[in-house]
């Protein structure tokens, strides 16, 4: 079983390296039509909410809604202003959540190689565990640094202005993953107390 998953883990590898290329390659216009970066965000209006009936009921419940999520795309007539700062920072840190996903399923590798081995309480496996356990928060923050790059873009649409905003999903993965980091770094807890019980009972003539 373990053999397999690690087989598992090399196909995600490749994977993640073949969508992280394509990606790369499509924001600098090598596989589409030109340059471009696009990005989930809320849109804003100064408009009133409008309500609405809500459809399980018919006076006791109304529903509003003052913001719409879209997917913006950004596109550059020439490669020169995809290189603005903040548009190459917003590439840099979609490229930096790639390569941390990418080290992940490496590290699980390695972690089930070991483990295949037999060498289950080592060092080397909880620092492998304590890495990801940072990486799984990381991921979700530089991908809400990078759409925060997005936010603040005002245009005029049937008569009414619209303002981006951040996506409010993007600030529940970040607290999330930050929940779930501390659950992974708690099981490296885990094998760093297995680690140093082992070396208590070896020392036991």
């Known amino acids: 079983m373990l053999r397999t998953l690690r087989f598992i883990f090399i196909g995600l590898m490749i994977l993640g390296v073949i969508l992280m290329v394509k990606n790369l390659s499509a924001y600098f ?3 589409g039509d030109g340059p471009f970066i696009h990005g989930w965000v809320t849109m804003v209006t100064e408009q009133e909410p409008v ?3 809500h459809p399980d009921s018919t006076h ?3 529903l509003y809604h003052s913001s719409h999520h879209k997917l913006v795309t950004i596109e ?3 490669m020169g202003l995809l290189f603005k700062e ?17 080290i992940i399923l490496y590290q699980m590798y390695k972690i089930l190689s070991n483990l295949e081995q037999g060498m289950v309480f080592q060092e080397g496996n909880v620092r492998r565990i304590r ?3 940072l990486s799984v928060v990381s991921i979700p923050s530089l991908l809400f640094v990078s759409n925060w790059i997005l936010a603040g873009i005002t245009y005029t649409f ?3 202005q619209y303002i981006t905003d951040m996506h409010d999903l993007h600030r529940e993965r970040v607290v999330i ?3 779930v980091a501390l659950l992974i770094f708690a099981f490296g807890e885990i094998f760093r107390t297995g680690i140093r019980l082992k070396e208590e009972h070896d020392m036991v003539p």
């Open 29 to 31: 216009g090598i596989t």
């Open 86 to 102: 903040k548009y190459l920072a917003y590439i840099v840190f979609h490229i930096a959540a790639w390569l941390l996903g990418l």
């Open 158 to 160: 049937h008569g009414h």
């Open 131 to 133: 890495f990801i356990a």
């Open 76 to 78: 550059f007539a020439d």
């Open 60 to 62: 006791s419940a109304t």
């Open 51 to 53: 309500g609405t009936p």
């Open 177 to 179: 993953g930050a929940l």
